[in-house]
């Protein structure tokens, strides 16, 4: 007993949300968890190791972070410090617009948690658009909070209140990425200026909210009505196929099935992710990178005419190895989500993994710096903590979504050039 406690205490002097620990280890973990697979593995003929891109990765996001920490850089203010004081200004615009997207989203489409069919075939300019609601609140929510001079847990539960009324909106239209950003942006600066969360606690909580967003998936798969052509289940047909490769596929599907829906449902995000990247990298290996197409669809989705998105040639890609096996690993017109690290692999092997988890690496410790120069108490805490929860969520999602970009972009933008307290006067902790 004394051992267990002497463990955890050394535990709990981790920073759980530094840019050493927090992102590393969820990817690790994602990964993991994976590995009870249930049979899936064998299912979709996965020969493919992800672990050289995965080790490649982590190496190289400790590499960016390093550097910069030991540098001490921060981001420059490009010359624009003078429009500091209009950042929140600016956020409430955006907050606007995202209400008025939302309001005609609602009434033009109705609920997107009632079905899946109805989630994918929203209005794609209001539901960009209707994200500024959640991404807006979260900022002013948070900034208010880190500016608090007595928080107390009163205000604390207030706050709280306050986010679950936004995320309840988007749990309506059956979104989860917006309940996750705003969950844990919303964490770690609680963590920063009111209450440290020890990584003990923080593990128990994971595993508590991981459960539940894997049941919510899994309930919104398992709820779809099936009569709709878009939630057709229909699987390749495998009649030419020879008779052997019937039956082992068959015997495969059996053992898979002995595992009840709900326990695979448990860490079928991670499963489905490991899979994925496995055949991204066995396509690239049989057919080549693409060369800069995918992350060229996040741009090029929203100019005029047709465009293929991003995770729908993930779709292409991953289909065209497992069709001929009898499976989809995604239903057709389905997106994939590709993983990070999926993504880049795709266009660019090893040497795009290596150059995206730096560019990671080195922007989240520059925004950290910012953190430590000018006290857990200011804008920069809320820019830190929105920017490693975007990065580490993309982990499994993948950053492919323009409007995901453009908000990372306007957060560093302006934790860059909002004015920072005298930093003699300040000091980089917690309130007692």
């Known amino acids: 007993m004394s051992h267990l406690k002497s463990t955890l205490a050394k535990m709990n002097t981790i920073d759980t949300f530094s840019p050493y620990f927090f992102l590393p280890f969820i990817l690790v973990l ?50 624009l410090a003078a429009l500091g004081k209009y950042v929140v200004h600016f956020i409430v615009a955006l907050m606007t617009i995202g209400i008025i997207a939302y309001a005609l989203m609602i009434m033009q489409s109705g609920l997107g ?66 309940l996750i950003l705003m969950l844990f942006t919303g964490i770690i600066v609680f963590h920063y200026t009111v209450q440290r969360i020890k990584l003990s606690w923080f593990i128990s909580f994971l595993l508590i909210v991981g459960i539940l967003f894997s049941m919510f998936g899994f309930l919104r798969v398992v709820t779809e009505d099936t009569t709709k052509e878009f939630n057709n289940r229909d699987q390749p047909d495998i009649s030419e196929m020879e008779e052997e490769e019937k039956e082992k596929l068959l015997t495969v599907e059996q053992q898979v099935n002995l595992t009840p829906k709900w ?6 995000e991670s499963v489905t992710g490991h899979i994925v990247l496995s055949k991204i990298i066995e396509y690239t290996d049989k057919e080549g990178y693409l060369g800069g197409e995918i992350h060229a669809g996040v741009f090029s989705t929203v100019l005029p005419g047709e465009q293929i998105s991003p995770r729908m040639k993930v779709t292409e890609v991953v289909n065209s190895l497992s069709v001929e096996d009898g499976k989809f690993i995604t239903r057709p017109n389905r997106t994939t989500t590709p993983t990070f690290i999926g993504q880049l692999f795709l266009d660019g092997g090893y040497l795009l993994v290596a150059i995206g ?42 950053l492919l979504d323009l409007i995901f970009v453009l908000m990372l972009g306007f957060v560093i933008l302006a934790s860059a050039i909002i004015k920072t307290p005298n930093p003699s006067r300040i000091q980089f902790g917690m309130r007692k």
Request: no cysteine; hydrophobic share 50%.
């Open 357 to 398: 988890f730096l560019l990671y690496g080195t922007i989240v410790s520059l925004v950290y710096n910012k953190v430590k120069q000018g006290g857990t108490h200011t804008f920069h805490t809320v820019a830190y903590a929105f920017v490693i929860t975007m990065f580490t969520v993309s982990m499994h999602t993948g």
């Open 30 to 79: 994602y990964f993991f968890t994976s590995l009870f697979d249930f049979h899936r593995f064998e299912l979709f003929n996965i020969s493919y190791s992800i672990w050289p891109a995965v080790i490649t990765a982590l190496v190289f996001y400790y590499i960016g972070v390093y550097i910069v920490d030991k540098k001490g850089w921060t981001f420059p203010t490009f010359g």
């Open 113 to 178: 948690i009632s079905d899946e069919s109805v989630r994918r075939n929203l209005n794609p300019k209001l539901m960009f658009f209707s994200h500024l609601l959640w991404y807006g609140a979260l900022l002013l929510l948070s900034y208010r909070m880190v500016k608090e001079k007595s928080m107390t847990w009163k205000k604390a539960i207030m706050y709280a209140a306050a986010f679950a009324v936004i995320m309840f909106l988007f749990l309506l239209m059956g979104y989860r990425t917006p």
């Open 263 to 268: 326990v695979r449902g448990l860490n079928g």
